[in-house]
């Protein structure tokens, strides 16, 4: 009788420990391309994006399925490039990057291209909005 007391007083302290140390689902923050977009959003985006000291930046965004990104950006006429890496979440069709420095930037998806947006998430306006679109390879 103490025998099987013991396993009753024992047993659901497993199960509680099981249950504690069993893997939760990993959540997944990211959406799926929209439709009509057969090769999905992931990829590298690219194009040549306005600067005011010279005459662009050519940028290539890399997105990849784990959730993470690469950004290189090359200042033309000058020699110098920069590598961002970092993070993204996709939410309702807005694509927000962060870099490892915490730096945040906003993108519209479109179908096979991004549109970066202002520091606020919001459309770029006026004559240079045209040129703020990156162009899935």
């Known amino acids: 009788m103490k025998r099987n007391l ?21 959540t997944d923050n990211t959406t799926s391309a929209p439709a009509g977009n057969a090769k999905g ?41 920069y590598v961002d890496e970092g993070t993204f979440v996709l939410e309702e069709g807005l694509l927000t990057t962060t870099d490892k420095t915490g730096e945040v930037f906003y993108y519209q998806l479109q179908e096979g291209a991004l549109q970066q947006l202002d520091m606020q998430g919001q459309p770029i306006e006026g004559e240079m909005a045209s040129f703020y679109i990156l162009k899935q390879k």
């Open 6 to 26: 013991t396993f009753i007083s024992i047993f659901p302290a497993l199960v509680l420990f099981a249950a504690a140390c069993a893997k939760a689902p990993a």
């Open 41 to 81: 959003f992931y990829g590298v985006y690219e194009g040549v994006l306005p600067a005011a000291d010279c005459p662009g930046i050519r940028t290539e965004l890399t997105l990849n399925a784990d959730g993470t990104f690469s950004k290189l950006s090359e200042y033309l006429e000058r020699d110098s490039k």
